[in-house]
Nanobody
Framework: QVQLVDSGGGLVQAGGSLRLSCVASGGTFRRYVMAWFRQAIGKEREFVSAISWSGGTTSYFDSVKGRFTISRDNAKNTMYLQMNSLKPEDTAVYYC?????????????????WGQGTQVTVSS
């Protein structure tokens, strides 16, 4: 089974940047669709971004387009989320996820494996 460990969260002021990382082990990393989800207090887990196994296709939630960039380095079994121009509404626990599907999906139920989550807090 695949194990995911996400990290890189922290405290940052509005307008600042953070880079999240997700390290995968126990599976064929390059064959998995990877994604980031987030969950704020009192809200449902929501889609943030996803990337195909080859890295050739990406998808972003509307509110993060132009600010966040998803990427992956299959040689290092690692996925990244570069977050720029952070806003207070970006505050949430961010989760790395992996899917055995060949196509990108936005629903969390479509993802088979999850990281433990990393807290991102953006102050105004």
């Amino acid at each position: 089974q695949v194990q995911l460990v996400d990290s890189g969260g922290g405290l940052v002021q509005a307008g600042g940047s953070l880079r999240l990382s997700c390290v995968a082990s126990g599976g064929t990393f390059r064959r998995y669709v990877m994604a980031w989800f987030r969950q704020a207090i009192g809200k449902e887990r929501e889609f943030v971004s996803a990337i195909s196994w080859s890295g050739g296709t990406t998808s972003y939630f509307d509110s993060v387009k132009g600010r966040f960039t998803i990427s992956r380095d299959n040689a290092k079994n690692t996925m990244y989320l570069q977050m720029n121009s952070l806003k207070p509404e970006d505050t949430a626990v961010y989760y790395c996820a992996a899917s055995t599907s060949m196509s990108i999906g936005r629903g969390p139920m479509g993802y088979n494996y999850w990281g433990q989550g990393t807290q991102v807090t953006v102050s105004s």
